[in-house]
């Protein structure tokens, strides 16, 4: 990969971690998503494990997280146990889903109390 390719790829990922962060996510999600969503083909957790540099659990549940907010997608391969991830693209979906996720849980725990 040339240089100015890695560099984009690099100031990618530390947007989209900010912009994580920013919506209360850690940063950690913000750059596995942006790892599945750079990569040409679904990725599994262990090429996440490998490219994001954290640990197999904290890929597990961030991995979980970005699912319940619609921001990657499950996909399974015939004949593969494992499972493969690609990135949804469409940005005010995303915000739309987050939106929608931190709506219901403060209504949620308002009718809780």
């Not at 240089?3 to 947007?15: I, K, S």
């Not at 083909?41 to 997280?65: F, Y």
């Not at 015939?78 to 949804?88: I, N, P």
Request: charged letters at 30%; proline letters at 3%; hydrophobic letters at 40%.
């Amino acid at each position: 990969m040339s240089t100015e390719l890695t560099q984009a790829r690099e100031q990618f990922t530390q947007g989209i971690s900010r912009i994580a962060n920013f919506w209360g996510l850690p940063r950690a999600t913000g750059a596995m998503y942006a790892a599945i969503y750079l990569s040409p083909d679904p990725m599994t957790l262990d090429e996440l494990v490998e490219q994001v540099g954290i640990s197999k659990g904290a890929v597990s549940t961030n991995v979980r997280s970005l699912e319940r907010l619609g921001m990657i997608h499950k996909q399974f391969k015939v004949g593969d146990r494992k499972d493969y991830y690609t990135a949804e693209t469409d940005f005010w979906k995303i915000i739309k889903d987050i939106l929608r996720e931190r709506e219901k849980s403060e209504f949620d725990l308002a009718l809780k109390t």
